[in-house]
């Protein structure tokens, strides 16, 4: 039967209704290119830093600052794709330490063969990351523990971002000394800290970044202009670079030197990881991503070697990126592009002075102190590991060897409390091979 004047149908199973176009996409997609930009802001620093300290190894300046950007755009493209997770990659602050001024200058090796370590503990992460044992790491470390890390992470960016903005400088007396507050470098630190504060809190879309911005323009009111970066002077950079791709040797390399300097890196790499990414994926909310992430940070480390720098890390300032909302790795990958972006547009980028972005770091490790709720302090041999971790970790400035003193007390204080069987097996192992990494520190 036909019905002149039928109805327009209900949507049904096979029929749906025609959606509207979502705001609520568009705000996201919003919302990961503001965290990937704020995250490319509060890292880019590493490029001239990292370098820098690559020279000290015999690696040409310019060079290092191509090796640097590949390396960071390539992992955060692998994170991004792989693992799809906020993260952001790029050469770590302390490991890079270790590759120049423990393997070349300590231990003697050439930069070479010191790419050639990177390479064989990059493969040595990468094949614990293809394992369950890097899921058993981290279940393997006491809540209360992975805790402290993201508190003691937290006071190490508060550290960072202090001394970046020029409020705090290293001193022979009293070790940390505040600088003046008249000087205009620590006004605009201070105003921007305000600022950055004020709007997060107000909820304002951007904040982040609109806070980097505003704190730029102050900067330039009260004429904090950065320094000229060294090294981008005087040509491309690409025809150093070639003298540096895929140069790793293990020529001359004694087996003895090679196997300790391997241990030494790669025990740092995943555990140094593991704390970290845990941390900066609950504060995601994205846990479950926790092994893709792992293996994308992993493999990085590997590519690293070939491509000319120091190893890779999942780095702090991705925190910054991840309180801008970003929860995909949609975040990562728009850092990547930006660090592309920066080959060309480095006299730019460089016009952002450190303290438009040492706020930030600040900020975001004040966002990181609620975990120190989750720790308890009634049982000491629980709590006092805890506290050595949040204290160690800025104080020491490192984030590896914090975690190996807290470790390691946890284990000790457990034996000596008669409480052995509340430490899983495979924590005693792990603390051991801390203990095994300060003995060789020392010879």
Known sequence: MVH???????????????????????????????????????????????????????????????????????????????????????????????????????????????????????????????TSLIEKLRTAIPASLQEAISVGIGLLLVLIGLQKGGVIASDGASIIAVQSFASPGVLVTLATLALTCILYMRKVPGNLLLAILGGTVLAYLFGVVPAKATGLEGGSPWAAYGEVFGQFSFKGLPI??????????????????????????????????????????????????????????????????????????LTSMVTGVLFLVSLVAMPVITLVPDQAVAPILIFIGGLM????????????????????????????????DGIAIGFISYVLFHLAMGKRRDVKPLFYLISLLFVAHFGLQAL
Not at 69 to 98: D, E, H, R, T, Y
Not at 372 to 399: C, N, Q, T
């Open 256 to 329: 003895t030197t090679l196997l300790v300097a391997v241990f030494s890196m790669t025990l740092v790499l995943v555990f140094e990881s593991v704390g970290l990414v845990n941390a900066q994926l609950k504060m995601s909310g994205k846990p479950e991503r926790f092994r893709r992430s792992m293996q994308a940070t992993s493999f990085t480390v590997l590519l690293s070697g070939l491509l000319g720098t120091s190893p890779t890390v999942s780095t702090v300032e991705a925190a910054a990126g991840i309180s801008a909302g970003g929860r995909t790795g």
């Open 4 to 130: 002149r004047n039928n109805p327009i149908p209900s949507p049904t199973k096979d029929t749906p209704a025609p959606k509207p176009a979502s705001r609520s996409t568009a705000g996201v997609w919003r919302k990961e290119l503001l965290a990937g930009t704020v995250s490319f802001f509060a890292i880019v620093y590493i490029i001239i830093v990292n370098s820098s300290i690559l020279a000290d190894a015999g690696i040409p300046q310019k060079a290092g600052i191509v090796a640097t950007v590949l390396a960071s755009a390539v992992g955060c493209f692998l994170m991004g794709l792989w693992g799809k997770a906020p993260l952001i990659i790029a050469p770590g602050m302390g490991i890079n330490a270790m590759f120049t001024y423990t393997l070349v200058q300590g231990m003697g090796m050439t930069w070479q063969q010191a790419l050639a370590v990177v390479i064989l503990s990059g493969i040595c992460f990468f094949a614990v990351s293809l």
């Open 369 to 400: 102190m609620p975990s120190i709720r989750h720790i308890s302090f009634d049982k000491l041999e629980e709590g006092l590991p805890a506290f050595f971790i949040i204290a160690f970790i800025p104080l020491m400035h490192s984030i590896v």
